[in-house]
């Protein structure tokens, strides 16, 4: 029997199955990495609103680009689901490091009521965090990290601020121990590079939620695992521990590097330097240009065609995966035929998704806040925060999904 795993099987198959696909852009490597905007304005002039590309291991996928094309891919589940089987599953490698997009049994993979049923579920519990208190814990959070640092009059911001600052917001939301938060963001940051470790640090926070569960059941209190677990839809422990663990994935490295490309904007454009009067242009009308220009969730993963179909100038094939090109879209020239106008107030911008699976609409304000104070609290603790380096040395993580800085060194007065 053929090892269709093997690389000269893998190219075989995908002549013969994925004849489009052959030759198609590498949506990983060096080339990728150097300058992905350009390979999507390329791969836009040369196949339109859908391209076909490949996914490590040169696995077949089509990348949309449109902005127009991504909004009906996420409004048609009828279309469009995240459950139908992968027709390329005999071409995946053991070892291939994008396992994870094959499925969990978290609320995003779910469908019809059941999907229903546990996103209520997490709108519910999260709409009832007090913003107030939200927003008081998360400057006395923010003000601890930068205890750590402000006597050194350096830091690197990533590490030591905006990868900190939502877990352990998100921690003491669910009611996880704060003595707990540094092992969770460890687990988070090995999970989150998909490197050989991530299934073992999956598990290890699947039995904290799994832990989390039995203690609430037992001695429910305030917090939103308690309405999770005591909420009148709430699904099985099983899938509970999955929705549990999507609360703190999902509220962790999207609003890292939310704050961190905020951040980035903030030290780098002139529009948003110190003016010699003291003002300073709105942080939250930066956030909301960063959601546009670097969206922290750069590519959406991962939707299968339902049925066959015709998408942009290519027909697609039932159980054929999409790749949703979040920050692609953003650049469309259909809706922004003038790249240099900012955007920054618009809101329709598609970093949340949009549809059926769009982030709840609490956790988005949530992540806001979360965000929003930390930088404010950052900017007000150390107002003359600059870069250690050249803006050009920095350095983005080489993900195909996520958007976000590697590292931010920064110098500024002893405080």
Request: overall charge negative.
């Amino acid at each position: 029997m053929t090892d269709l795993t093997t690389a000269p099987d893998r190219a075989a198959a995908l002549a013969s199955r994925y004849p489009a696909h052959v030759g198609a852009a590498r949506l990983y490597g060096e080339e990728y990495h150097r300058d992905t905007a350009g390979l999507y304005r390329a791969l836009r002039a040369r196949h339109g609103a859908v391209a076909p590309a490949l996914l490590e291991a040169d696995l077949p996928v089509w990348l949309v680009l449109s902005y127009r094309e991504m909004h009906y891919v996420l409004t048609r589940p009828e279309l469009f689901d995240r459950q139908t089987p992968w027709n390329a599953l005999d071409l995946v490698p053991a070892d291939w490091s994008q396992r994870w997009l094959l499925g969990t049994e978290s609320v995003m993979r779910s469908s019809g009521r059941e999907h229903e049923h546990r996103s209520t579920v997490l709108h519910d519990a999260l709409a009832g965090v007090d913003q107030l208190e939200l927003r008081s814990r998360c400057e006395r959070i923010a003000d601890a990290l930068i205890d750590e640092f402000a006597p050194d009059g350096r830091a690197e911001l990533m590490s030591q601020f905006a990868l900190q600052m939502p877990v352990r917001v998100v921690s003491w939301m669910l009611g996880i121990p704060l003595a707990e938060a540094p092992a969770v963001v460890r687990d988070l940051i090995v999970l989150m590079n998909y490197t050989g470790e991530a299934p073992a640090a999956y598990g290890r926070l699947l039995a904290r939620m799994h832990d989390l569960i039995r203690q609430r059941r037992e001695r429910p209190t305030f917090d939103v695992a308690s309405r999770m677990v005591h909420h009148s839809l709430a699904a099985p422990d099983d899938l509970l521990v999955e929705d549990m663990q999507y609360v703190v994935g999902g509220g962790q490295q999207p609003t890292a590097y939310w704050i961190g490309n905020t951040l980035r904007l903030l030290l780098t454009d002139t529009r948003f330097a110190m003016t010699l009067a003291g003002g300073r242009r709105s942080v939250g009308q930066a956030m909301g240009e960063v959601l546009w220009e670097e969206p922290p969730l750069a590519n959406l993963s991962a939707y299968w065609a339902a049925r066959s179909c015709q998408l942009g100038n290519h027909q697609v094939q039932a159980g054929d995966m999409l790749v949703l090109g979040i920050a692609a879209a953003h650049a469309d020239p259909h809706i922004r035929p003038d790249q240099t106008v900012s955007v920054g107030d618009n809101q329709a911008h598609l970093a949340f998704g949009h549809g059926p699976h769009r982030c709840p609409f609490p956790a988005q304000e949530l992540a806001e806040v979360i965000a929003e104070t930390g930088i404010e609290v950052l900017l007000d603790r150390l107002p003359d925060l600059r870069l250690a380096v050249p803006a050009p040395e920095l350095r983005w993580e080489e993900s195909l999904w996520m958007r976000g800085l590697a590292s931010l060194p920064v110098v500024f007065t002893p405080a």
